[in-house]
């Protein structure tokens, strides 16, 4: 299905719409999500010549069927097929559409939501991949310090301060703040452009300096621009991004012998599982749960004890300790 909403729209009234309703979304992640999932939306309607303006409660419940829909290797439905789309993204997909018609009842175009009260599936919360061991932790930086300043920043800016990957590529020189007491912090513009502090760690902290030297201003990390230099053509200096982050993450590990399918390897290095490990490294130092929760930046404590749960293997649960043999 196409992926631009704008496109697939049924009419200039709903294109405006949809663009507008997109452009009232801070995040640029949250546009491009929300972009994707209302072209599909949109496409179905299409479909079935249904005005989205038009669309009524059980139209959203057969959209959620249709995307919970069991399907064969050739895309039509099968009994014994696979699920169109897994449960998460189910979710993700029908968040999109409730979001959009919340919109255009906030703006009283629409007298109530189609979609209000549409019963997604339930999505069994877990943290996306496995923590590294503190000996891969070690290698690691080892590698990202024998590299350059700027590679042990990044390291230690996802490993040992737990940002996310859209956090590092927009970190700017200005950012960086002297704290009255010493050390410096990072004003960090998480999910929803909510602005918080983050103390650096001190190996962060030095390694950010370093990198930075002495510029004042513009991105703190910058990369040649790759596609410049690949036409011969004299290459700039441009921010990182998210994909670059990614490859530096898998050629620093290769290079660390972290990647293989020894026992003391594992399958991947990656933002995530970096952020991953800094959690679940503080909760088995015994750092309390709340205290990882401020550090993690997580909303919710649900959220930092599913990290919890993952590190302990539900071996450490209290139910173990009762033994009547």
């Known amino acids: 299905m196409a992926a631009d909403p704008i496109a697939v729209s049924p009419d200039e009234q709903v294109s405006d719409l949809v663009d507008h309703f997109l452009q009232a979304q801070l995040a640029t992640r949250t546009r491009e999500a929300y972009a994707g999932d209302l072209a599909i939306f949109l496409s179905w309607c299409a479909g079935r010549s249904l005005h989205p303006l038009r669309a009524a409660r059980p139209d959203i419940d057969r959209y959620r069927n249709w995307l919970a829909e069991l399907i064969g290797p050739d895309g039509r439905p ?4 696979r699920p169109r789309y897994a449960a998460a993204t189910i979710a993700r997909k029908l968040s999109a559409v409730r979001a959009f018609y919340a919109y255009l009842v906030d703006r009283e175009l629409l007298p109530g939501s189609p979609a209000a009260g549409v019963k997604g599936p339930r999505v069994r919360r877990e943290p ?9 932790i070690r290698a690691l930086l080892a590698a990202a310090a024998a590299q350059d300043p700027q590679t042990e920043a990044i390291v230690c800016l996802l490993l040992l301060n737990g940002l996310r990957v859209s956090e590092v590529c927009r970190a700017d020189i200005e950012d960086l703040r002297r704290e009255p007491g010493g ?9 929803g452009g909510k602005e918080v502090d983050v103390a650096l760690n001190e190996r962060t902290e030095r390694a950010v300096l370093r990198t930075v030297g002495v510029r004042s201003q513009g991105p703190i990390f910058r990369r040649q621009d790759g596609r410049r230099a690949r036409a011969g053509n004299p290459a700039p200096r441009v921010p990182f991004n998210r994909q670059a982050v990614y490859r530096l993450l898998g050629e620093l590990a290769e290079s660390a012998g972290l990647i293989g399918e020894g026992d003391d390897q594992v ?3 990656h933002p995530h ?5 800094f959690v679940t490294t503080l909760l088995d130092m015994g750092v309390p749960l709340q205290a990882v929760q ?12 599913m990290y919890d749960r993952a590190r302990a293997a539900w071996r450490e649960h209290p139910t173990h300790r009762l033994r009547f043999e």
């Open 267 to 269: 399958d991947g290095v």
């Open 183 to 191: 050390g410096h912090s990072l004003v960090v513009r998480g999910k």
């Open 294 to 305: 401020d550090a993690a930046r997580h909303a919710s404590p649900d959220t930092t004890r």
């Open 78 to 81: 099968a009994a014994n097929g």
């Open 128 to 136: 996306r991949g496995r923590a590294i061991t503190q000996d891969h």
């Open 273 to 277: 599982r970096l952020r991953h490990t």
